[in-house]
């Protein structure tokens, strides 16, 4: 899978087409002028194929949604692709144009409150109730521990399916940024 840097990314590509796979909630925070946003969770090959465009590149916040974006692009028989290197964090410190919206938590940041509420919670039902409920703090911390392995966060999916990170009129044409969905 080829990376690309922010700086050559936007010196070099004008022929292809910008694909951000990020939430909407994310996306409406920032995101590079152009863009267009396919949220991963709803990536579709085939819409993506009808884009046109020899070449795409995948956009995330630091690079690993967009590499998981890539590898199902390419299983469905894609080229041309290519994961910008550090996301949208490396473009913005790089001092690219960016687009600014309404602030959001990152979903990086919801799992780690959603996880530390659940084994809080466990441990604190599981001294009063039942200790059963500690097997609810043991759930968890083995799913971060998969995740920190694998690099896929079922808890974050979930997440990123959650109405306030797919806020209504975040793929407006505002910006230059449309919504690929």
């Given amino acids: 899978m080829k990376t690309i840097h922010a700086k050559e990314l936007n010196d070099n590509f004008n022929d292809g087409i910008l694909l951000d ?4 909630a994310e996306f409406e925070e920032v995101h590079i002028p152009g863009s267009r946003l396919m949220p991963l969770h709803e990536l579709d090959p085939q819409k993506v194929k009808d884009m046109g465009g020899s070449r795409v590149a995948l956009i995330c ?3 690993n949604r967009a590499k998981q974006a890539a590898e199902k692009l390419e299983a469905a028989g894609h080229g041309g692709l290519e994961v910008l290197e550090g996301g949208v ?3 913005d410190e790089a001092g690219l144009p960016v687009n600014r919206g309404k602030k959001s938590i990152s979903i990086e940041r919801q799992v ?3 996880a530390g509420v659940i084994i809080v919670a466990g441990v604190v039902l599981g ?3 039942t200790p059963w409920f500690l097997l609810l703090s043991g759930f968890v911390g083995c799913g971060l521990i ?9 808890m974050g999916l979930m997440l990123a399916r959650m109405p306030w990170n797919n806020r209504g009129g975040s793929c ?5 940024a449309t919504c690929a969905r």
Avoid at 21 to 24: E, G, K
Avoid at 146 to 154: R, S, V
């Fill in 112 to 114: 780690r409150i959603g």
């Fill in 146 to 154: 998969f995740a920190g392995l694998t690099d896929w966060c079922g």
């Fill in 21 to 24: 796979v990020r939430t909407a």
């Fill in 89 to 91: 964090t490396a473009w």
């Fill in 61 to 63: 916040r630091s690079g």
């Fill in 172 to 176: 407006s044409a505002e910006g230059g």
């Fill in 127 to 129: 001294t009063l109730v």
